[in-house]
């Protein structure tokens, strides 16, 4: 019914519109004798160069005007702008040796979604003899929210550690022994938050695991803001 109406005012303005643009036009002297006339010169015209210029015309508004409804769609085809499920993103890292959430994501949902899923992929760089260089990335889910509103605010562990801090792994606290970080390593990673559209939101950072004497005690994060990571 709310479908039916929509199209009812529409059609119904469009018409009223199209009636006053016909009658500001007779107004102007481009009444329906005008038309007649014009047309009848056309048809007159022994090298028929009005009705070909005439259809010219018609031909290029009826391509502008095509490419001015799909333009949008190209648009979000081959030119999609930023995802932002999410603003105002901040990667806490814990300040205290006794936190068992020493990397938390911190956002407010810039729009409804009614699954949002974070996850986080990430890398570890290693040295062997005769070779260095990243590890293939491993995946982990962190959460999966439900019903999420405009304005809600998002706290989600990235980073877990046990209560004396001595083993500390990525995603939450029943994690596999994988998904470890190893002290002096150096991980990057990306942030990925996807919404119902499948569409990904990410947000990439470094990360160091350090020892329980320094701050940040458990975790020191670069993120882009800190530095440019290619």
């Not at 890292?93 to 959430?101: C, E, L, V």
């Not at 979604?113 to 260095?132: C, M, P, T």
Request: proline residues 4%; contains cysteine; positive net charge.
């Amino acid at each position: 019914m709310k479908q039916f109406l929509k199209t009812f005012v529409g059609s119904l303005a469009a018409k009223v519109l199209a009636g006053i643009a016909l009658a500001f036009l007779a107004l102007l002297g481009f009444g329906s004798d005008y038309w007649v006339g014009l047309f009848i010169r056309w048809a007159s015209d022994p090298l028929g160069l009005s009705l070909n210029a005439a259809r010219l015309t018609i031909i290029i508004a009826g391509i502008a005007l095509v490419a001015l409804l799909v333009w949008p769609s190209i648009k979000r085809r081959f030119w999609p702008g930023p995802v932002n499920h999410v603003d105002a993103v901040n990667l806490a890292a814990g300040m205290t040796p006794h936190t068992t959430s020493p990397v938390l994501l911190i956002a407010n949902a810039k729009g409804g979604n009614d699954k949002l899923q974070i996850v986080v992929e990430y890398s570890s760089f290693h040295r062997s003899l005769g070779w260095a260089g990243w590890l293939k990335p491993r995946q982990v889910l962190l959460q999966n929210l439900q019903d999420v509103i405009k304005g809600q605010q998002i706290r989600v562990p990235v980073v877990t550690c046990n209560a004396d801090a001595s083993e500390v792994w990525w995603g939450g606290a029943n994690d596999g022994s994988g998904n470890l970080i190893q002290k002096s390593t150096k991980y990057r990673a990306n942030l990925k938050l996807i919404g119902d559209d499948k569409l990904e939101q990410s947000f990439r950072f470094c990360l160091l695991r350090t020892s329980l004497t320094e701050a940040p005690f458990i975790l020191e994060v670069f993120t882009e803001t800190d530095l440019d990571i290619v």
